[in-house]
Each structure stands twice: as structure tokens, then as C-alpha cells.
């Protein structure tokens, strides 16, 4: 907790200690706290929010003897101001009214009900409409990569395992995530460096013996030859701590993921970055989409 919050909690007002508890469970991405028609930010949150989505900072009140930075959006608006602050590769953690005004004593119950990111949104409103919004997860040892992408609202669930540096940076390039979880450990920094949505992620998360549990439980299976990915283990580390940072953030079982499919070098052309970037195949050279092999293939019938 910054400074103006690191206070007695006990001196905070019964709403504050609410939300400071709820903070505290989700420090690194803003809180969107329900009240009423509102959803407000305070603290920290309140000041980046105002700068982010330039939206007007204000005080609310009093807590532990000091003024509280407020910022808020009406409820009715959320989802466009969701896809401003995930555009910029900004979480959100969406915190809603779940007990009953009238009956509850002391501040309303309120719980988290689900965490937006970049890589994990679903609703149409968010999404680009010629686009994959993918969320990804790259993983290395000392005989090559694993990678693993999902996007979340098909549910096509795909992994890799890159044999070099210059195929890993030619699948970055191709698949382009919305967000990528990688290892605290992970020794390739400049590979992923200046990347959109970088989550960095614990150890335990990659484990081999962890992502085949969460694997078989979610496709209900009791072991994954059937998909053909049994033995690849470094793209089923990327595939595990993909699967369970899905779940995490969207509350959910995820019940359309069913399967994961594997992709093989040898089934594939694999272009190096600078080659794809020259045909101009997604995106032109200033950065466009305008002009690019893909937007004309939109124009045929």
C-alpha cells in the first residue's frame, strides 16, 4: 500500500476498510469499486485513473484524518472505458454490490467478480473486429521454447515449441498477444522486452507435473495423448500457467476450452519478423492496417 493508505486500519472509515481489503488482493491493477450507479477509484488507483482515461480527480470525504483521491465512471459507461484502459494494456479488477442495502449492517457485501485484461476479454464491445486478441505464455529451458496462446472467446487453444531464438521472435511476431505471461527467471529479456501486456509470473506457476493435472481436469481426460501434445513438455509449462491465469481472472471453469492443438514447424512456413513485416501481410510499414495483404482480402467476395 502507497503512503496515504499505510495507516492504522482501524482508522479507516468501515467503507474504506472494505475497499483496502479488496485493494490488497489485487495491488498491481486498478479496482473498479461499485457504489451505486458509480464505479469509483480512490488513492493511487484514482490519481493514474484520471491520467489514463482523463477523467476528472477529486476528493471524497475524509479517512484516517486525510483526504481520499476519488475518481469515477458511471456504471453505464463501463465497457467503453474498459476497452480505453485495455488498449493500453491496462487490468482492471471489477468489484460489485453483491449484498442487499436494505438488509446489510455497516457497508454493503461487495466482492471481485472478474479481473478485465488484455488478453483475456470476451465481451464484442472490447475487441478488435479483424483481429485475434490472444493471450499468450512463453517458457524456456535449456533445450528451446514453449509457447502456448488462447484465444479466450473461441476457446482455440494451441501451443508450440520453438527450437531457437529467431523461430521464438518469428511466432512473436506472427501471433502478436494481447498479453504474455512469462517466468520470473526468464533469461531472454530482449526477446519480449517493449512487448503489450507483459505479466511476469512465478516459478511454481510453469511446473510440468502442475499443467498436466490442470490440463486433464479441464478437458476431463487422464492423460493428453489424444491431442498430441504428451510429449511436449516445455509447451505444455507455457500451456498450464496459461490455463490457470485464464481461470484466475475470469472466475470461471471456462467450460469451451475442450481441447489444445499442437503446431509444428514442419506444418507450417515459418517467416522471420523482418520477412513478415516487409510483405506487409497484417500491417504496413508505418504501422497501419491500411493497404496490407489482409485488408484487401476483406474487400473480395
Known amino acids: 500500500m502507497n503512503e496515504e493508505i499505510d495507516k492504522d486500519f482501524s482508522s479507516h472509515t468501515p467503507m474504506m476498510q472494505q475497499y483496502l481489503r479488496l485493494k490488497a488482493q489485487h495491488p498491481e491493477i486498478l479496482l473498479f469499486y461499485r457504489m451505486g450507479d458509480f464505479y469509483e477509484l480512490f488513492y493511487d488507483d484514482a490519481?493514474?485513473?484520471?491520467?489514463?482515461?482523463?477523467?476528472?480527480?477529486?476528493?471524497?470525504g475524509a479517512s484516517a484524518g486525510e483526504p481520499i483521491p476519488m475518481a469515477g465512471i458511471p456504471y453505464h459507461a463501463v465497457e467503453?472505458?474498459?476497452a480505453k484502459l485495455v488498449n493500453q494494456g491496462e487490468s482492471v479488477a471489477i468489484c460489485e454490490q453483491i449484498g442487499d442495502p436494505a438488509t446489510s449492517k455497516g457497508p454493503v457485501e461487495r466482492k471481485v467478480v472478474r479481473i478485465v485484461t488484455p488478453g483475456t476479454i470476451s465481451d464484442e464491445a472490447l475487441?478488435?473486429?479483424?483481429q485475434?486478441?490472444?493471450?499468450?505464455?512463453?517458457?524456456?529451458?535449456s533445450k528451446g521454447f514453449g509457447y502456448a496462446t488462447l484465444d479466450i472467446s473461441s476457446g482455440r487453444f494451441r501451443l508450440s515449441e520453438p527450437a531457437d531464438r529467431e523461430t521464438m521472435a518469428a511466432e512473436l511476431q506472427?501471433?502478436?498477444?494481447?498479453?504474455?505471461?512469462?517466468?520470473?527467471?526468464?533469461?531472454?529479456?530482449?526477446l519480449i522486452e517493449g512487448r503489450r501486456?507483459?505479466?511476469?509470473?512465478?516459478l511454481?506457476?510453469?511446473?510440468?507435473?502442475?499443467?498436466?493435472?490442470?490440463?486433464?481436469?479441464?478437458?476431463?481426460?487422464?492423460?493428453?495423448?489424444?491431442?498430441g501434445v504428451e510429449n511436449a513438455p516445455r509447451g505444455l509449462c507455457a500451456a498450464g500457467c496459461l490455463l490457470q491465469y485464464a481461470k484466475d481472472t475470469q472466475r470461471t471453469t471456462l467450460p469451451h476450452i475442450r481441447s489444445i492443438t499442437m503446431e509444428r514447424e514442419q506444418d507450417s512456413i515459418i517467416m522471420d519478423a523482418a520477412t513478415r513485416r516487409n510483405l506487409e501481410i497484417t500491417q504496413n510499414l508505418a504501422g497501419g492496417a491500411e493497404n496490407t495483404l489482409a485488408s484487401v482480402l476483406d474487400c473480395t467476395v
Do not use: C, H
Open 47 to 60: 490519481k493514474r485513473a484520471s491520467q489514463l482515461l482523463d477523467i476528472s480527480l477529486t476528493k471524497r
Open 80 to 82: 467503453n472505458y474498459l
Open 127 to 130: 475487441l478488435q473486429e479483424r
Open 132 to 141: 485475434d486478441n490472444l493471450l499468450a505464455a512463453i517458457w524456456q529451458d
Open 174 to 190: 506472427r501471433t502478436n498477444p494481447a498479453e504474455l505471461l512469462y517466468a520470473e527467471d526468464f533469461a531472454e529479456m530482449s
Open 197 to 202: 501486456g507483459l505479466r511476469r509470473r512465478p
Open 204 to 227: 511454481w506457476e510453469f511446473e510440468i507435473d502442475t499443467a498436466r493435472q490442470q490440463l486433464n481436469l479441464q478437458f476431463g481426460t487422464r492423460d493428453l495423448v489424444g491431442f
